[in-house]
């Protein structure tokens, strides 16, 4: 039966810090063969050195992760300090597959069941939504689920070696049990619109209309009155085709044009595709949250083993208010399940690039 064992520690001193890590381990690391690990940027410029360690600390040679701003384990957030993360197990080597360049994938069985992919991409590659976006059919009937990097220095993704600048991770075979789950950190207001005229990233006519007036008329009367309020709290939605869950993709308001009437948004725009509008809304995005936790652990039966959580810079404790709050409500609904990740400059679900969302992972009995 396979186990999975946390470990986390933060201590300013890398080398201090690992050691930490490893002594909570125990002898768990002499039966894993797999290994998470996230660490906060002011480990960044260890990199390198963290992997290495890790390597020769645990002989585990299969490592994969990634930095962030703030990471997170079960029950705690970790914002502005050092810290590292790290959940191994011993999932049988011949069920995975470790990969650096979404171009080169390493090869399965032929399947028609679902392959999960844990994967980390680098922000800063303009091409990571096609990346994205093709990957699963790639993989061949995948879905991807993880989150981008978040640094203020390096941007660093580890796939059993440190990588940059395109998308690594692990796929996991159809006989390794996995739910996902996906949580909104936004709320809708007023109906689903259309795009009529629009230029690259900018919404001209929204409805046959200025696509400024009509965002007025949804977000009321006393925030359209003074715009400088919307900012960090109204942003542009779009739902996402073929799907039975009412998902939708949510993007920053870049700039108002309060002559033209056009809306720039930063995501590239069609002409006829669908719009709305949204709030960022705490309370909404922790009902949100319980709603995700208790449809998985319903499916779940009591079965979960260890997990992977990929939440957006813009939740955590700007969202909910104080730090530890979003992992101790995991922690309350999930019990004592063992549980990395971090907070990602956008997470994946499916084959999209989403923003503001919480990605849950869990690997079950099989």
């Known amino acids: 039966m396979e186990r999975f064992k946390l470990a986390y520690s933060q201590h300013p001193d890398w080398d201090q810090a690992l050691d930490d890590c490893l002594e909570q381990i125990g002898d768990s690391h002499k039966t894993s063969s797999l290994g998470f690990v996230y660490f906060t940027d002011k480990h960044a410029h260890h990199s390198g050195d963290i992997l290495r360690r890790l390597k020769q600390l645990t002989q585990i040679d299969d490592w994969v992760g990634t930095i962030g701003m703030a990471i997170c384990c079960s029950g705690k957030e970790f914002y502005d300090q050092p810290a590292i993360a790290l959940l191994i197990t011993d999932l049988p080597k011949e069920h995975y597959r470790i990969f650096h360049d979404p171009g080169t994938l390493p090869e399965f069985a032929s399947t028609e069941t679902v392959k999960v992919a844990i994967v980390h991409g680098d922000p800063r590659n303009g091409q ?3 990346i994205i976006r093709d990957l699963p059919d790639k993989i061949g009937n995948g879905y991807l ?3 981008l990097s978040s640094s203020e220095s390096f941007h660093y993704q580890i796939a059993s070696e440190l990588d940059e600048g395109a998308l690594s991770g692990v796929i996991f075979d159809d006989t390794i049990s996995i739910a996902t789950g996906l949580t909104q950190g936004c709320s809708p207001i007023g109906k689903t619109h259309t795009i009529t005229e629009c230029d690259s990233n900018i919404a001209m006519l929204i409805d046959g209309r200025p696509a400024l007036d009509v965002m007025k008329e949804d977000i009321g009367e006393v925030l359209a009155r003074d715009l400088n309020r919307i900012s960090g709290y109204i942003f542009a939605g779009f739902p996402i085709a073929g799907t039975d869950t009412g998902d939708y993709m949510v993007r920053n308001l870049a700039g108002i044009d309060t002559n033209t009437g056009a809306i720039a948004i930063s995501e590239y725009l069609q002409n006829n595709s669908p719009i709305m509008f949204c709030k960022r809304d705490g309370i909404t995005a922790t009902d949100d949250l319980k709603r995700m ?14 997990g992977l959580y990929f939440s957006c810079l813009g939740r955590g404790q700007h969202m909910f208010g104080e730090a530890d709050k979003e992992m101790g409500l995991i922690a309350e609904i999930l019990a004592d399940v063992p549980l990395v990740g971090f907070y990602a400059n956008g997470e994946i679900a499916g084959n999209q690039l989403y923003g503001y969302t919480g990605v849950l992972v869990l690997f079950l009995d099989s």
């Open 128 to 130: 990571l939504p096609n």
């Open 145 to 147: 689920v993880g989150g």
């Open 293 to 306: 936790l208790n449809k998985l652990k319903a499916r779940a039966k009591n079965n979960i083993k260890g």
